[in-house]
């Protein structure tokens, strides 16, 4: 922890303004990639326990398309796998490793408050989540209540927020933290005690520009 508050510390004092780095980068279309982290902070899985006592820490993985308008803002659109394997005696049938699954389309609207190297945002958008709670391994079978396969698309919002910082004129290293509100209810199908579900990501990547529609800069023509 003290390694990466040092390392954030030293960006900080070396952030300045991008100037002439920034006018084609911030014009750029770009593709991203993350690694990182889901962890369920709320929704019901039983009526013993919520799913955030029932299921781990899992991984998550995203690549991503951004296009960035102005120097401040940054619209995606997102491909993301998530999964959370479930707790020993959390699961209602033997299985080895069940888990809940998500893999979504993400959409979101990023604000960037500076124009320097180091670049704090927010984050806010939707996705269509076709999630499922998989009995076998992250997309194997699906568990099944009287019938029906315990899986649904269900529409989403998000919201988070991170670090960006412009490493080079055409790559970026982003941190973010991004929370999913997953409206996964269906009582007709799940009963009640299966209710809406909230995931945190907590991802690091990078992100490249291959191209830019800036125009060039006098000493470059």
Not at 56 to 77: L, Q, S
Request: hydrophobic letters at 45%; aromatic letters at 12%; a positive charge.
């Amino acid at each position: 922890m003290r390694r990466i508050a040092a390392g954030v510390i030293a960006l900080i004092l070396c952030a300045q303004p991008t100037g002439a780095l920034g006018g084609d980068f911030a014009r750029s279309f770009r593709i991203g990639v993350r690694g990182g982290m889901a962890r369920a902070l709320n929704g019901g899985w039983s009526a013993a326990q919520g799913m955030r006592g029932a299921t781990k820490i899992g991984p998550a993985f995203e690549v991503a398309v951004e296009k960035w308008i102005g120097g401040h803002y940054r619209c995606e659109a997102a491909a993301m796998l998530a999964w959370m394997d479930f707790k020993t005696g959390a699961f209602p049938v033997g299985a080895a490793g069940p888990s809940f699954t998500t893999s979504a389309l993400v959409f979101g609207n990023c604000y960037h408050f500076t124009d320097a190297r180091l670049r704090p945002f927010v984050a806010a958008g939707a996705g269509i989540y076709f999630w499922e709670i998989n009995k076998d391994r992250p997309l194997g079978g699906v568990l099944r209540t009287g019938g029906t396969g315990f899986r649904k698309m269900s529409y989403g919002l998000n919201a988070g927020g991170g670090l960006e910082w412009a490493a080079a004129a055409h790559l970026a290293i982003i941190l973010e933290a991004r929370y999913h509100y997953i409206l996964a209810e269906d009582r007709f199908l799940f009963g009640d005690a299966f209710t809406e579900q909230g995931v945190l990501t907590l991802g690091l990547g990078a992100s490249y520009a291959f191209f830019s529609h800036a125009e060039p800069r006098k000493e470059d023509r």
